[in-house]
């Protein structure tokens, strides 16, 4: 690590209040060039830290820019992942308040729910497949905290990997029979079509994004414990929203879920 613990806290404090505030700010790697990986999740966990202790309940994980098109549209080459905080969720159907965001984007996801334990490292497809419970579809709003939706990775990481609302709903299906490679998805804007894409998008399958969570969770003496809700990241590039927007996400096998913008 790079930083000290006073810098780090001042980084989480900076960051969450950006959030909280729907303020834009610069990418924090322009003040903190020489900043590395473990800076990175350490502002995060701190931001987390700040919620939990303010009696915020963290609810469930997710990996962000998994798909190829979301790496290419942000201009990065590795997936990053954060944690999805109890007021983050949205009843499905209900509204978004637009003025609680700075830029926000819906991302079409497949979430998995968790049985039992996965531990990293060594954890692939077919351990997370045989301990997810159930998937069902979700829409993930992002909204980073950086001017213009420009960052690089370490930032990202820092600022949670741009969470900020997320909706599931549709059908809970077990994983047995299903081939989330091929499961596609169309995403509705205002009832138009506007993306669309299959699981193998997220790096190959979207179990593997889990599997590739916990896996990084490891090197921090971390796990993905059993009943986890997990996004497991955008199937397509992420779509602009604003006030007075309708999304709906179908996922074949899987039904719908949708919700809106105010």
């Given at each position: 690590m790079k930083l000290d613990k006073k810098t780090i806290s001042a980084l989480a404090e900076h960051l969450e209040s950006a959030e909280l505030n729907a303020r834009d700010v610069v990418k924090i790697t322009d003040d903190h060039p020489d900043m590395d990986w473990d800076d990175a999740y350490a502002i995060q966990d701190e931001i987390r830290a700040r919620k939990e202790r303010r009696g915020v309940r963290i609810v469930g994980l997710k990996a962000g820019l998994t798909s190829h098109s979301k790496m290419k549209q942000m201009g990065v080459d590795t997936p990053v992942f954060g944690f999805l905080a109890d007021y983050y969720s949205v009843p499905e159907g209900s509204a978004v308040k637009v003025s609680e965001l700075i830029h926000p984007k819906v991302e079409p996801e497949i979430a998995f729910v968790t049985k039992a334990d996965l531990r990293g490292p060594g954890c692939n497809i077919a351990t997370v497949l045989a301990a997810t419970d159930f998937v069902m579809p979700a829409?993930?709003?992002?909204?980073?905290?950086?001017?213009?939706?420009?960052?690089?990775?370490?930032?990202?990481?820092?600022?949670?990997?741009?969470?900020?609302?997320?909706?599931?709903?549709?059908?809970?299906?077990?994983?047995?029979?299903?081939?989330?490679?091929?499961?596609?998805?169309?995403?509705?804007?205002?009832?138009?079509?506007?993306?669309?894409?299959?699981?193998?998008?997220?790096?190959?399958?979207?179990?593997?994004?889990?599997?590739?969570?916990?896996?990084?969770?490891?090197?921090?003496?971390?796990?993905?414990?059993?009943?986890?809700?997990?996004?497991?990241?955008?199937?397509?590039?992420?779509?602009?929203?604003?006030?007075?927007?309708?999304?709906?996400?179908?996922?074949?096998?899987?039904?719908?879920?949708?919700?809106?913008?105010?």
């Open positions: 829409i993930e709003v992002i909204d980073s905290r950086y001017r213009d939706f420009k960052f690089d990775l370490k930032s990202v990481i820092a600022d949670n990997t741009s969470a900020a609302r997320f909706v599931v709903g549709g059908t809970m299906k077990p994983v047995n029979g299903m081939d989330l490679k091929t499961t596609g998805i169309v995403l509705e804007k205002n009832g138009v079509p506007v993306a669309f894409g299959a699981g193998a998008a997220v790096v190959g399958h979207p179990a593997a994004a889990i599997a590739m969570l916990a896996n990084e969770l490891a090197k921090r003496d971390q796990f993905v414990p059993a009943g986890s809700l997990i996004l497991s990241g955008g199937i397509t590039e992420a779509v602009a929203v604003e006030a007075g927007d309708n999304v709906t996400l179908h996922v074949q096998g899987l039904g719908q879920v949708g919700l809106r913008f105010e």
